[in-house]
């Protein structure tokens, strides 16, 4: 009871106070001087055109993602983005056949192997894990594009590009590294004009290096696709093995 | 047909659409002003803006009210459903028969004015039970029986107070309450302890401050008013906000001399002095602004608070008040200032060890343990 009326004082003295609320189009607060309360587009009184260049750094920089900029470019130029390019690479790459990934889905299903499993067969049928792929993937097992890419580009077996038609592995396993495996790879990049992990522009040669082969006594070891494999390569059987190889080739042709 | 029944039908349509008219006034009047009054003992300006310093807010809110979709569920008793809303008015307006508004004003100078009044508050009961019955929703109707059980829990110790007041006063007519209260001997003076009980089980019958769980804005989706909208939601808004008007003038005429003041005969017109309405004007709104004062500070009850509060300490006070008083009308010589004596003490007893013996008990409760069967 007490304790009622001691709450009721406490209100009453906030009756003569003085009030808080600003009423806002009459009163204004008065605002530092450095405060950029509202954001107006500032048009140049000599050219009725806005000083803003629509370079979009203030919508990447808003803290509070606030700002969007809407503009029309005046200039058509060949605007180099991020999304263009990407267009690009996409068409660059082979359409592949979504109809072969059904199987692949199917074993998902069934089993449900790890992501793992799920890429390895993908790369199996295309050879290589094609976006459009890795897309249909992630809408049918429902793992998030990014967590697939994540996998994909985390080990090393994993190619997101076509390989050419040549796989070759340098092994720089311990005993092929000291027999000269570095050598070897610098051969084979001399050779093709690609470093490690490319593909040539005629899509005939992929270089890559490997961890151990396997074949110790050999080194160092070089293999050709998945079964081909030569033993005690020298930087001159390296060139020998790519001009056999072209000549290979083109007898195919 | 004789002109004076005329005149009577006559007189008794004005009187009623005075009533209206003074419950609608006090309803939309009462809303601004708590609105504005929560605002300043919140350091805030409260609405400002519709008229001069927002007086016609609540006349937009009104208007917008009406404008709405008159909506009842499906399931709902159509003609209960638009009854009750209609009903809930029928307290606050009825009362105003018998209360004296100034000197030679009184519509109705009932001798059983208290029991008048005590009956026809009760009707605000039954009309929300009503509404929450009609709704046809368990919420509602939950809601509703939770607002009857308060209402009719402390319509007791507000009866055992007004007991008390016609003992003292020796009449159950309310011109005679005030007219004992002549000479500034009001009866919160005289009787403070009373007064106290009678404010209390007031605010409760009220629905509002501390007790006003049956439509508590914060955790209720709004008890028995859950399917009602628009102007029918209206009413018993409206209903609400009225009620402390005429609970406070009520409360004035009981406790605090009605209508009595200073120069209360400067103006008189046709009988009806002037200036002690102004009186009770602003002492009704004095206990307005108390009303909303209460509602600001004190936090809600829970619910077994609320009843226990009724039961375990109102009602028996009551009892025990309305023994002492008698015996003090009956025995003690100057009564008036022994009864004065004895209700200051009660009074002051009662703020004083009211946390002492709370603290008590509920140390108490705590130490109980639960025993495993």
């Known amino acids: 009871m007490l304790g009622i009326f001691k709450a009721m004082r406490v209100t009453l003295g906030h009756l003569p106070r003085r009030k808080i609320t600003v009423q806002y189009p009459e009163q204004r607060e008065h605002l530092p001087e450095r405060s950029r309360g509202l954001f107006r587009v500032v048009i140049d009184p000599a050219t009725d055109d806005p000083r803003c260049r629509a370079c979009t750094l203030c919508e990447t920089n808003c803290p509070v993602q606030v700002i969007r900029v809407n503009y029309e470019s005046r200039y058509r130029l060949p605007a180099v983005n991020e999304a263009r390019i990407q267009r690009v690479r996409a068409d660059s790459q082979p359409r592949p056949d979504l109809e072969l990934l059904a199987p692949v889905i199917d074993h998902y299903r069934e089993t449900a192997p790890g992501m793992m499993a799920v890429l390895r067969n993908t790369q199996e049928i295309y050879g290589y894990l094609p976006r459009p792929a890795l897309q249909e993937i992630s809408v049918e097992t429902g793992v998030s594009l990014s967590q697939i890419y994540g996998v994909a580009s985390f080990d090393d077996q994993f190619r997101l590009s076509p390989a050419g038609r040549f796989v070759i592995s340098v092994c720089h396993g311990t005993a092929c590294h000291v027999a000269g495996a570095p050598l070897i790879s610098a051969a084979f990049a001399d050779e093709l004009g690609v470093e490690a992990g490319q593909t040539t522009k005629d899509r005939l040669f992929t270089l890559q290096t490997a961890g151990c082969l396997g074949p110790c006594a050999l080194a160092p070891v070089v293999r050709v696709g998945d079964d081909e494999t030569h033993g005690r390569m020298t930087p001159d059987g390296a060139r020998a093995l790519v001009a056999e190889l072209r000549h290979r080739a083109q007898v195919d042709r | ?373």
């Not at chain 2, 009047?29 to 409260?46: H, W």
């Open chain 2, 1 to 373: 047909m004789s002109w004076d029944l005329v005149l009577a039908v006559v007189r008794l349509i004005v009187a009623v659409l005075i009533a209206y008219a003074i419950v609608f006034v006090a309803a939309l009047v009462n809303i601004v002003f708590e609105r504005r009054v929560l605002g300043f003992l919140q350091d805030r300006l409260g609405p400002n803006r519709t008229g001069w310093q927002g007086i016609l807010q609540s006349v937009a809110d009104a208007f917008k009210m009406m404008g709405k979709e008159d909506f009842a569920p499906t399931a709902a008793d159509k003609t209960m459903f638009t009854l009750a809303p209609i009903m809930v008015m029928i307290g606050a307006v009825a009362i105003q028969v018998v209360i004296p508004y100034t000197k030679g004003w009184t519509d109705q100078n009932l001798n059983v004015g208290l029991i008048y009044i005590v009956a026809i508050t009760s009707f605000t009961v039954l009309s929300i039970l009503l509404g929450g019955w009609a709704s046809h929703n368990k919420y509602s109707l939950v809601g509703a029986l939770r607002t009857a059980a308060q209402m009719v829990s402390y319509e007791l110790p507000m009866i055992l107070a007004l007991l008390v007041v016609a003992m003292a006063a020796g009449s159950l007519s309310l011109n005679a309450v005030v007219a004992a209260q002549g000479s500034y001997r009001w009866f919160v003076f005289t009787m403070p302890f009373t007064f106290l009980l009678f404010f209390i089980a007031s605010v409760a019958e009220l629905n509002r401050g501390p007790f006003d769980l049956p439509e508590s804005e914060s955790e209720l989706v709004a008890g028995y008013g859950t399917e009602y909208s628009g102007m029918r939601f209206g009413m018993f808004f409206l209903n609400e906000y009225a009620g402390m008007t005429i609970m406070s003038m009520v409360t004035v005429t009981l406790f605090l001399g009605g209508w009595q003041g200073p120069f209360a005969n400067a103006l008189v017109i046709h009988g009806v002095a002037l200036v002690p309405l102004v009186w009770f004007l602003v002492k009704v709104y004095a206990l307005v602004f108390v009303l909303v004062w209460i509602r600001l500070s004190v936090p809600r009850l829970q619910v077994d608070q609320l009843m226990g509060f009724a039961w375990k300490v109102l009602i028996p006070l009551g009892l025990v008040n309305i023994l002492a008083t008698a015996a003090v009308l009956l025995w003690a010589p100057h009564w008036k200032l022994a009864m004065a004596v004895y209700s200051w003490l009660a009074l002051i007893a009662f703020v004083g060890l009211f946390d002492t013996l709370l603290r008590w008990r509920l140390k108490r409760q705590r130490r109980r343990v639960a025993v495993l069967t």
